[in-house]
Nanobody, 126 residues
Framework: VQLVESGGGLVQAGGSLRLSCALS????????IGWFRQAPGKEREGVSC????????YYADSVLGRFTISKDSAKNTVYLQMNSLKPEDTAVYYC????????????????????WGQGTQVTVSS
């Protein structure tokens, strides 16, 4: 399994970015893709996920209403559209994958999922 993120960059507060996660090497279809982020000195936070089984989605409260996750099956790519960005959204963003039931844990995303991309930096200036 390979996950390759792209689309990070520097944006002013209130702006938008779209992150992409290109997927390859999956030998199973009942997976979910999650987006996580980690800011300097902070724990990694699960942001959003989408299930390849039924298309269901999840958003952390901190991004609900501002971020949208989607999947283009033809392109094997998952997107994270980020609008109304805030300086506190600054972090390295990672996409991750695992069997769908493993993506959620206790109402949040599971930091212990199996497959991770290399990350892409998002910086929001005030």
């Amino acid at each position: 399994v390979q996950l390759v993120e792209s689309g990070g960059g520097l944006v002013q507060a209130g702006g938008s970015l779209r992150l992409s996660c290109a997927l390859s090497g999956f030998t199973f279809v009942d997976y979910a893709i999650g987006w996580f982020r980690q800011a300097p000195g902070k724990e990694r936070e699960g942001v959003s996920c989408i299930s390849n089984v039924d298309g269901s989605t999840y958003y952390a409260d901190s991004v609900l209403g501002r971020f949208t996750i989607s999947k283009d099956s033809a392109k094997n790519t998952v997107y994270l559209q980020m609008n109304s960005l805030k300086p506190e959204d600054t972090a390295v963003y990672y996409c991750a994958a695992d069997f769908a039931p493993y993506m959620r844990l206790g109402g949040r995303l599971n930091n212990g999922v199996a497959y991770w991309g290399q990350g892409t930096q998002v910086t929001v200036s005030s």
